[in-house]
């Protein structure tokens, strides 16, 4: 997701130099033939959407059901589960279409259009772009690795819902959530041009030879460039989905949790995990998916992708050793909730900077992560009273947004960073040159659109969902838990 | 001297624990039941199947004191884990001939 | 494995065109380069066969375990564990050759030859057919791929005798079984001539210039597109398995319990599973592994693997969501175990239609196959009371025919399929054209000869196993449980 | 890992062969463009990676955590997954630089230099070589794949320290060992020189016109062949890490449980299995990602590696019915405990084995190592009275070794073995050509090396640790269980 | 009053309850436990140690009644929970002082 | 008949058992219990909450027994489950009425 459209005028007046190359790379073949997927890219895409569909089940399941009681491990499994599968049919209908699939119509910076709603048109040939000139992948690979993004992302909200949310209410919540904030936040961020488009365009301009053809040329260019999500117009960094997952969800889940209201005797009874065994089991199948969450989102398999998971793989070492330390000088034990819990930050926070940090930055951006979410989900958390129950917001928003901060400092190549390299990195002057200011403005400004949006709009949703079906269920149901109230299971008959 | 056996619902432990603990009652033993009463269960379904649960998860509380505190130990229960919903539980007091501290050797009252 | 085999006569007439098509693009180089594997196919043939070889272990194993009591969750992880391992011999001492490694010899429409018996002649630069002419992969990724199916095919039909059946009488039983059984049933509907073969045959006999050259050639052509299995001959369609995998297990599971009994205390005791928890990861692994087995089945790594994928992926969707809401509305609570065999239905009956169908009608089977199969589980077997414990009857047996029937529809490109496109597809007249009464004859055929073959064969082999050493163990030995009778041992000492 | 120098006079005078043949390859493109990566190989080497990382956690933590009591359930994954973070900051800051990343320096058959410490000069475009001329593969992905490597070696040491360890002692035993026995172990086997810059170096020496580039020539050749570990040069074949990996952890978790003693009541008490479930699924684990550590070590995506994955298949399957089988006979009952822990002796035993042996030599292989190991866990093991906790000992160093030796002879061609085939293999007279006696002479130079430096270091670090931190905690901490002393949790809470 | 305390065999439960039903008692308290007796255990086997398992799982269950309906009580255990093997269990009727109900605070009698 | 009730360290199971034996007792009933007493308990945290669990695992032994066995019973228990640490246990005798063997109808001295 490295796609970092620069302003308009820096497309523009960047693409002649583009043009000129594109024209003598391409003199030989002026009608070329269209790339068709390296199937080492597809096998690696279809891994990847393996893998990201295992962080949700069983991973993020057993990761969220591990720390409840066991009255209600079943509704955070049940819960998990069938959000993925309800995703995965919305995605199939509409989402694709508005999100990603069709960058058309009037509101392009805000939401595409349903030109590819129930999929129509993508067949086993259809390709898109990656984020190489000439690379493509099947459609298909593309639609289910996003699919599995979408799938997961509103899952993770349920970790401030847990324990006291009925599972109607919660669906009811997640298909309106997904399809009003999640879909259009995600469109925001990685709906980007076609790298080939963006050449194409610059090519005619450089040849086009008469004013006319030259004005024309101009004019399709720039509507190439400017479909695209606003925040990736903006120039955020977001490599796969510290603002578009993680601060989305995580806010989302405060919400919901200062909604909802604490669970039957917070701060009172102690609530341990019922199984830290599954947490463990859980942490781990997120770690191991993960790669393919984030080197996936390279949507290729080359040395970029290879840095993108080994970011992902030290990051996350970093974290969990760090958080484990904090815990061991603030708590005297070290823990293995903390240890875990650690990995998890450390893969929130290079969630984002995955593609562009170096591997000491990203070591380093591991070993912060931990202490600010420690302090958030040991600290603040009790200061303020809400029961965030398995600390999506502590985890994954903080997380999220160190890591979308750190990222715009982190990209930097005096700091072993990539830089701003890609595709768009031909422009006049600036154009492609880090700057620190600018950079930072552009994370902050997708971090601070996703906490409003997500965090007023979720607002507004569960409230209208306590309307219609009620978020919470009777007090007795609450205590006997949500597994037989709401199930009719119990999770163990041993 | 008396054990005072009392059933109570599962989330009263710590009040009930508490409330023996103002009575002057500093050694218990808890051990997990399942009780069969006035209290519905629920149903379980598992694919075709549905069960009639009817044991429901309580906790078993055993405290030996002596014969004089008993009805203070038993009202420190009651009023604890008392909510007013059907399965609240009871309490039972049955005889206790003997205690011994196994640490120490000690006899009867100095044992509890 | 979507090769479709048409009738002899329609090859041979088709032939004669593919042979000029082949004869033109082969003008150049007369003595044309062997084809050699490309690594991104072979990366994701590995793969897949990992993630298939997880469905079994640990996948298949917890799905099935956390369904059974706890006295006898080891023995179910055992005999799942035990059976993988010793086909995993099997097929390498004579499985592989007889199903699918030597295509020769005189029944070889019923069952192959032993030339490859023990792996003979195979090696690191051996390459088998794909789907696709020109595109080979190395043997020994198409011998394991092939494999892993073969290890949990006879996995599958413990669901029908678990809790009440001696380790000593599975092991016997799957040992004559997947002999007798799984391996002709593999050779009847996937041995198929490899499309260069087709197409080499048919140049030969294009280019044949004398008449008894004709004679010849024409009888070489024969002779290949004869080497196939006869339900491949005939037709019918199985993408991934639907008959040759779950009717197959099924339909054995099944008469195992009928011929074993029901277990002690059915319909008097309730069996709650032991561990739902068990049971969701197994699913989630099912669900994560059975891209390896539909889109795997592929043979390569293209745009045709991304669409077997997305219909794995939104089947099994469709098919969860599907199962709840009917379990929801009939019985007044959804459920974790209905939703996640509702996942279970859905791969099931996606896995012959997954290369077939386009991801809308692979949404519309899904919707479809749950309330079958929900009917099948909690009416059919309480009214016939039969104890298919773990109802690999009710999910993979129906759910398997109603996935062999979809496809004969869905692959009809009017309803998004793919059509009848593969490389036989060049025939005279109406070959290659779908026909729904052509092609539901086809699929009714295999369903009917996998039903019988499998019911009736496994019906005697259960009575030879009894009379060796005796299915069932005492009663006491199963009122213990068969973790420590069988196995001493016990699963759990918290 | 299959490179196999011979003696330095061998490669020298075969070098001449080799720069023929390269140089009429190469004559008409003098200056040859570098390789690039192949999208199919780096596709495969970051799936191997994950899949390797899933071994250790969540794979190892269950495995071994299943086996120990509930009390000291989560001090194993604690450990585990602690011991993975940790060693994958250190193989980043100076690890991967002196094991494989720089092999240069003055003790380079000993140990790198830090030439690539904090990874530096790696970039998303730097590749390494592989077994074949002119494959590369990007150099991030080498270095994570191998990471995991380091990471799961020391995590099979606490094994043998299991139940009785401190924490803190665990942790600095391991940063010591890890970078005093691991690094130079992995150096000495695995440490080569890429074949091109042989072939490069052989096609100057061949090119020479005067005696003085001659010797210059000769003298470059010489430097490279010898910039190797001394294992790698004394030509003893390790294909994915017998000796490395499980001889070396093996031999240190024994020294371990010497040195710390028994448990608390070993002997007396009986210390059953907590969980068989969380061991079964981490056995299984541990076979899928294994296909990553075996296969993954060809470091691409070809028929060896498909090879290679077949061993690894076979053999497990083969080990685990041999151990079922004798317990079947020796002890009456067929558990699963001795099936699965059957499956991880054969992956261990094929390890060395996987890219050398055929298929049917690995089955062989797994049917002897199985009776082996269980003679030393269940005879041996009580004979001698020491605690290895978990097995280590018996099954990894034991099962190391075996393998280790098994391959000096598997690997013959008349075993169905690839010989001695790859490319080094161009020398004069015997040299590739395959000899028993040299070859074992070979083998057993590594496994003693491994067995005396790893054995007497670890005992020296041991007692260093014991020292600072003291290895073992409290009685009472001891009787209470490891979960709530070290860590302050319990592992559940039902 | 008396407790009417009984070890069965687990899979007897659902017996014993629809037999003390049938015989007028409507409440009852279950507890796992592990029995050790005459009955012989199992060995089990992990790896190289072998155990032999002494304890074997029952179910025990207490029952607090008048002491008018303890005979007819513990009659009806007894014939529900009898297999004629080994192992079957004992039933034991110990005196009970005091009985109350948390709910409602009824006494003795009128609590149980 | 007595009911010897005992409160024991998990780990001291196989030892007392074994004295019991050689006391000549040759039943008995075990359960997991959790105990509350003077010996202290230990601090859990799980994230940001720390929890005070003051309840630790203990083993209920209990041995039906004609009376003049009890006090060797007793002895027995008391000297094989002692550590001298705080938290040993206690050990109760409550008085027995009947017992009944559920497999012959056996009753009292005969059943136990
Ligand atoms: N006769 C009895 N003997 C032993 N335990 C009993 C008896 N009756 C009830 N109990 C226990 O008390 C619990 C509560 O009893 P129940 O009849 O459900 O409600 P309540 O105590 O409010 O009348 C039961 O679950 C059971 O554990
Ligand atoms: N003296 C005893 N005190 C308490 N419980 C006993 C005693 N003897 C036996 N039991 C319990 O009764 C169960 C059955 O006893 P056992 O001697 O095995 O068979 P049976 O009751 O048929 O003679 C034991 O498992 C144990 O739980
Ligand atoms: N009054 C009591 N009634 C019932 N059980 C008790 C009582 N006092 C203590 N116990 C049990 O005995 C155990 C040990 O008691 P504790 O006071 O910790 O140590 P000690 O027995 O060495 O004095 C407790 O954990 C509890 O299970």
Redesign the interface.
């Given at each position: 997701m490295k796609l970092v459209p620069l302003s308009r005028t820096a497309w523009v007046a960047g693409l002649g130099l583009l043009g000129v190359i594109a024209l003598s790379t391409m003199a030989l073949a002026d009608t070329v033939a269209a790339p068709v997927p390296n199937k080492g890219d597809t096998a690696w895409m279809l891994t990847s959407s393996a893998l990201v569909l295992m962080m949700s089940v069983p991973g993020l399941a057993l990761f969220y059901g591990g720390l409840a009681r066991t009255k209600n491990a079943l509704s955070i499994f049940t819960q998990v589960f069938a959000i993925v599968a309800m995703v995965g049919i919305l995605w199939c209908l509409y989402g694709y279409s508005i999100a990603l699939g069709d960058t058309s119509g009037p509101y392009v910076a805000y939401i595409g259009s349903l030109g590819k709603a129930f999929l129509k048109g993508v067949t086993p040939d259809s390709v898109v772009a990656t984020f190489s000139n000439g690379v493509v992948i099947p459609e298909y690979a593309y639609m289910v690795f996003q699919m599995t993004f979408a799938m997961i992302t509103p899952a993770l909200i349920i970790g401030g819902l847990a324990e006291r949310t009925k599972f109607s209410a919660i669906m009811l919540f997640i298909f309106l959530w997904v399809s009003l904030i999640y879909f259009p936040i995600a469109h925001w961020v990685w709906a980007v041009a076609a790298p080939d488009d963006v050449a194409a365009a610059a090519k005619a301009l450089a040849a086009a030879a008469t004013p006319a053809a030259k004005a024309a040329a101009q004019a399709k260019l720039d509507s190439v460039t400017s479909a695209a999500g606003w925040l990736a117009q903006a120039g955020s960094l977001d490599f796969a989905g510290g603002t578009v997952v993680h601060i989305n969800s995580g806010i989302a889940g405060l919400v919901g949790a200062l909604i909802v209201g604490p669970r039957l005797g917070h701060g009172k009874e102690s609530f341990p995990p019922h199984s830290l065994t599954m947490t463990m089991i859980g942490a781990s199948l997120l770690w191991v998916g993960w790669f393919g969450f984030n080197a996936g989102s390279n949507l290729e398999a080359n040395g970029a992708t290879a840095l993108a998971f080994v970011n992902t793989m030290v990051a996350t070492c970093a974290a969990a050793l760090s958080w484990q330390f904090v815990e061991w000088i603030v708590k005297g034990k070290p823990s293995m909730l903390g240890l875990v819990s650690g990995a998890v930050a450390g893969l929130v926070a290079v969630t984002p900077a995955s593609g562009f940090a170096g591997p000491m930055g990203a070591i380093v951006l591991g070993l912060i992560v931990s202490p600010i979410c420690f302090f958030f989900v040991s600290v603040i958390k009790n200061k303020f009273g809400y029961d965030d129950a398995l600390d999506v917001f502590g985890v994954h928003c903080i997380g999220g947004i160190t890591g979308a901060l750190a990222t715009g400092i982190l990209v930097n190549p005096v700091l072993g960073g990539v830089g701003i390299t890609d595709y768009t990195n031909f422009a006049h002057g600036n154009a492609g040159t880090y700057d620190l200011v600018t950079q930072m403005i552009a994370q902050g400004k997708a971090v601070l659109a996703t906490l409003l949006y997500s965090g007023i709009g979720s607002a507004i949703l569960y409230k209208v969902v306590d309307l219609l079906v009620g978020l919470r269920p009777k007090p007795e149901a609450e205590r006997e838990g949500l597994d037989v109230t709401d199930h009719g299971e119990r999770a163990y008959n041993y | 001297m008396?054990?005072v056996m009392?059933?109570?619902k599962p989330?009263k432990l710590?009040d009930v624990?508490e409330a023996l603990t103002a009575a002057g009652v500093?050694?218990?033993?808890?051990?997990?039941?399942?009780?069969?009463?006035?209290q519905k269960g629920?149903?379980?379904?598992?694919?075709?199947?549905?069960?009639a649960v009817?044991?429901l998860p309580?906790l078993?509380i055993e405290v030996?004191l002596p014969s004089d505190l008993a009805p203070a130990a038993?009202e420190a229960?009651?009023s604890a884990?008392?909510?007013?919903?059907?399965?609240?539980?009871?309490?039972?007091?049955?005889?206790?001939?003997?205690?011994?501290?196994?640490?120490t050797?000690e006899r009867d009252a100095d044992?509890?």
């Open positions: - | 008396k054990i009392a059933i109570i989330f710590d624990r500093h050694g218990m033993t808890v051990t997990e039941v399942k009780g069969y009463g006035r629920h149903t379980e379904i598992y694919r075709g199947a549905e069960y009817q044991f309580k078993k030996a038993v229960i009651a884990a008392r909510t007013g919903e059907i399965g609240d539980g009871k309490v039972f007091v049955v005889p206790l001939d003997h205690a011994y501290r196994i640490r050797g044992a509890i």
